[in-house]
């Protein structure tokens, strides 16, 4: 006895060691405290306060080895016996459990989480309140809650395109966060964290895809996401050759600070049906100098197999040469009424920024959603051909329209104008 607390030690054998230092980092971050800054003030446990990493180091392996043990015996688990998936009909639903302890308080005796099957806190002072996973404030230990994986075997599968733009002051902690969600739901594909938010395309399970976006709105700095801020298509893990999560300094590389270019200053959104309204209008107008403008805000080759009718499209290989083109083309945009359009709508929050910035326009609006979400409303819209998709699928099909004619290059530096569609 320590006190009147009760201490467990475990005795560990030396091949798991890297599972039970897991368990125990993982533990630990549970138990910190927070500023309104994000600083660290301290870790609370057992009705205490522990001012030092040190401190708080020696209580939890003293106090909690039993629990440590645990999680890592079920790690273990989850890495030896990867076949043993939930089945479809399953009830993998995440239960609420404590938030300081992890201890059980699950309904479901079936379901425990890893910090289970262990009296809470070890103690009769313990003061963790009941509440849901989706509370944890570092959101680290939300997919090792999971008994066994979802099925990464069944055919069905899906590929999750989404963004959200947000003050995010630790995207190396971020990137820790989703190397291991993703990992534990078998997902494949791009993530990008910065300070300004999230980008990602993932791919894998229709179950994992479910539980990763729930994963990913109840993160903290996320949880103004919500599921129409993920937009579905078919595929699976197989659309992407592995997993990369990275830090960097923009979501998308427009190259220029985003501290001079932020998406707080972005342009009004038009929903689908007002995008689709807005083009009906600009189609049967005259066409003059000052008449709306369609700019097509992707790159060349995506707009070669695909885009909307009437639409600007700049002849560049890469975002970052956007910002070069709207300076050597600020006469296609004087007095004009713009609206862009991407493939989901990230591009357009910074390229809007931009344009805004250089107050030529009368008003810049963008496409809420892309060209994705266009189509999940009219997929016989304004829209022809294939809209381009940075994965293995390449293309993805929107209709029966094809893109045919030429382009011809206007005077203005990198600008071209689609001419015909060819009929459906």
Same mark, same amino acid.
């Given at each position: 006895?320590?006190?009147?607390?009760?201490?467990?030690?475990?005795?560990?054998?030396?091949?798991?060691?890297?599972?039970?230092?897991?368990?125990?980092?993982?533990?630990?971050?549970?138990?910190?405290?927070?500023?309104?800054?994000?600083?660290?003030?301290?870790?609370?446990?057992?009705?205490?306060?522990?001012?030092?990493?040190?401190?708080?180091?020696?209580?939890?392996?003293?106090?909690?080895?039993?629990?440590?043990?645990?999680?890592?015996?079920?790690?273990?688990?989850?890495?030896?016996?990867?076949?043993?998936?939930?089945?479809?009909?399953?009830?993998?639903?995440?239960?609420?459990?404590?938030?300081?302890?992890?201890?059980?308080?699950?309904?479901?005796?079936?379901?425990?989480?890893?910090?289970?099957?262990?009296?809470?806190?070890?103690?009769?002072?313990?003061?963790?309140?009941?509440?849901?996973?989706?509370?944890?404030?570092?959101?680290?230990?939300?997919?090792?809650?999971?008994?066994?994986?979802?099925?990464?075997?069944?055919?069905?599968?899906?590929?999750?395109?989404?963004?959200?733009?947000?003050?995010?002051?630790?995207? !190396?902690?971020?990137?820790?966060?989703?190397?291991?969600?993703?990992?534990?739901?078998?997902?494949?594909?791009?993530?990008?964290?910065?300070?300004?938010?999230?980008?990602?395309?993932?791919?894998?399970?229709?179950?994992?895809?479910?539980?990763?976006?729930?994963?990913?709105?109840?993160?903290?700095?996320?949880?103004?996401?919500?599921?129409?801020?993920?937009?579905?298509?078919?595929?699976?893990?197989?659309?992407? @050759?592995?997993?990369?999560?990275?830090?960097?300094?923009?979501?998308?590389?427009?190259?220029?600070? @985003? #501290?001079?270019?932020?998406?707080?200053?972005?342009?009004?959104?038009?929903?689908?049906?007002?995008?689709?309204?807005?083009?009906?209008?600009?189609?049967?107008?005259?066409?003059?100098?000052?008449?709306?403008?369609?700019?097509? !805000?992707?790159?060349?080759?995506?707009?070669?197999?695909?885009?909307?009718?009437?639409?600007?499209? @700049?002849?560049?290989?890469?975002?970052?040469? %956007?910002?070069?083109?709207?300076?050597?083309?600020?006469?296609?945009?004087?007095?004009?009424?713009?609206?862009?359009?991407?493939?989901?709508?990230?591009? #357009?929050?910074?390229?809007?920024?931009?344009?805004?910035?250089?107050?030529?326009?009368?008003?810049?609006?963008?496409?809420?959603?892309?060209?994705?979400?266009?189509?999940?409303?009219?997929?016989?819209? %304004?829209? #022809?051909?294939?809209?381009?998709?940075?994965?293995?699928?390449?293309?993805?099909?929107?209709?029966?329209?094809?893109?045919?004619?030429? %382009?011809? @290059?206007?005077?203005?530096?990198?600008?071209?104008?689609?001419?015909?569609?060819?009929?459906?």
């Amino acid at each position: 006895m320590e006190g009147n607390k009760i201490v467990n030690r475990v005795r560990i054998k030396r091949k798991s060691l890297p599972r039970v230092r897991l368990a125990f980092s993982q533990f630990v971050s549970t138990l910190r405290q927070t500023d309104g800054d994000g600083e660290t003030e301290g870790w609370m446990c057992c009705g205490q306060t522990f001012s030092h990493r040190s401190d708080i180091n020696k209580h939890v392996g003293t106090t909690h080895s039993a629990a440590i043990a645990n999680c890592a015996l079920k790690l273990g688990q989850l890495q030896s016996n990867q076949t043993d998936r939930l089945s479809s009909d399953g009830d993998n639903t995440i239960k609420p459990v404590h938030r300081r302890c992890c201890c059980s308080s699950y309904g479901n005796e079936s379901q425990k989480p890893l910090f289970g099957t262990v009296e809470c806190c070890l103690v009769d002072s313990c003061d963790a309140t009941d509440t849901s996973l989706d509370d944890l404030g570092s959101g680290l230990l939300r997919p090792l809650l999971l008994d066994s994986l979802p099925d990464m075997n069944r055919k069905e599968g899906v590929v999750l395109l989404f963004y959200y733009y947000c003050d995010l002051a630790d995207p !190396c902690v971020a990137k820790l966060w989703q190397v291991d969600l993703c990992k534990h739901l078998g997902l494949t594909g791009k993530v990008r964290l910065a300070t300004e938010g999230i980008n990602g395309t993932v791919g894998g399970s229709v179950e994992a895809a479910r539980l990763y976006m729930e994963a990913t709105m109840a993160y903290p700095p996320f949880r103004g996401m919500t599921s129409q801020d993920f937009k579905r298509s078919a595929g699976g893990a197989e659309c992407f @050759p592995e997993l990369r999560v990275g830090v960097y300094q923009e979501l998308v590389p427009l190259g220029i600070d @985003p #501290c001079l270019v932020s998406f707080k200053d972005a342009g009004p959104y038009l929903t689908p049906v007002e995008f689709h309204e807005e083009v009906a209008r600009l189609l049967e107008a005259p066409k003059g100098s000052n008449a709306p403008l369609l700019l097509d !805000c992707r790159n060349f080759y995506e707009s070669m197999i695909g885009r909307f009718l009437g639409s600007v499209t @700049p002849n560049i290989r890469k975002f970052s040469y %956007f910002p070069e083109y709207v300076e050597k083309n600020l006469a296609l945009f004087r007095s004009r009424r713009v609206l862009m359009y991407c493939t989901g709508g990230i591009r #357009c929050e910074r390229a809007s920024a931009f344009l805004r910035s250089k107050g030529v326009c009368t008003e810049v609006w963008q496409l809420h959603g892309g060209i994705h979400r266009y189509l999940d409303v009219f997929p016989n819209g %304004f829209f #022809c051909g294939k809209l381009f998709v940075f994965d293995e699928r390449y293309a993805i099909a929107s209709n029966g329209r094809v893109i045919g004619g030429t %382009f011809a @290059p206007l005077t203005l530096m990198s600008t071209a104008i689609v001419l015909t569609v060819a009929p459906s």
